[in-house]
């Protein structure tokens, strides 16, 4: 990171990925285009992990039904400074391995990590449809190799 002033450890980086509403995941497509899209995620920091649900078709499931390298970049906080030209921020990004959960256990675990991040309230509705459609529920799972943090105070 060229500014290490502004750089901010796993901690601080974990807690972004948890406040974050949404995170834009980026990947490379097979003859070597990028591609990123915004998807909702919770972070696992206990399981060193972050989760989210995605269709099972589409050009993000061709590409990630591959597992590939990813990276991963949320925003908790972004802010412009009147009169500095700058913005106050706090950003984390995540180098890893997305895999597709293929385990019942986990696939249901995550799902309620996300059910319980974005709507609490219909927990016992989404646990009640997981049952029902597991087999088609497209958990992909990213494995960090790196996991970093950034903080501007628009200085």
Known sequence: MRRK???RDAAFAWQVLRDAAY????????DGTPYCVPV????DPEHNAVYFHCAGAGRKWTILEKEPPVC?????RAELVPGEL??????????GQATVVRDSAEKLYAL???????DPVSMERA????????????????TPWEVTGKQSHGD
């Open 127 to 142: 646990v009640m449809c997981a049952d029902k459609t597991m087999e088609r529920t497209m958990i992909v799972k990213i």
């Open 86 to 95: 700058t913005t106050a921020y706090d950003s984390a990004v995540v180098h």
């Open 72 to 76: 991963l970049t949320a925003v908790s």
């Open 40 to 43: 909702n995620h919770i972070a």
């Open 112 to 118: 309620k990590l996300l059910v319980q991040a974005l």
């Open 23 to 30: 995170s834009v995941l980026a990947m490379t497509d097979a």
């Open 5 to 7: 002033d502004k750089e």
